[in-house]
């Protein structure tokens, strides 16, 4: 069965850096989209960054030249590199996979940005 994991989340400065990963276990195919959602208190879900098998990427604007995701399909793991952190990047970051077309979420991880 595959299970999602997050690591990484915290507490951060504005202007600070974050580095959030997904480990994926489990998996007997090729994954084939990652990304990273996340959501505040009664908001909706949002997507914030994907990646696919080709490496090909794609983020919301609200993060784009500040937010990173990479993979590496060997050890299925994903990465989101997050800079210049705002107030309004606070918020539970989701890992969500797609294997061969069905979709797998992680618990979360929180992330504050505050000083």
């Known amino acids: 069965q595959v299970q999602l994991r997050e690591f990484g989340g915290g507490l951060v400065q504005p202007g600070g850096s974050l580095s959030l990963s997904c480990a994926a276990s489990?998996?007997?195919?090729?994954?084939?989209?990652m990304s990273w959602y996340r959501q505040t208190p009664g908001q909706l879900r949002e997507l914030v960054a994907v990646?696919?098998?080709?490496?090909?990427?794609n983020y919301a604007d609200s993060v784009k030249d500040r937010f990173t995701i990479s993979r590496d399909n060997v050890k299925n793991t994903m990465t989101l590199q997050m800079n210049s952190l705002k107030h309004e990047d606070s918020a539970y970051y989701y890992c969500?996979?797609?294997?061969?077309?069905?979709?797998?979420w992680g618990p979360g991880t929180e992330v504050t940005v505050s000083s």
């Open positions: 969500k996979v797609l294997i061969t077309s069905k979709v797998y």
């Open positions: 489990g998996v007997i195919s090729s994954i084939n989209t």
């Open positions: 990646i696919n098998l080709d490496g090909s990427t």
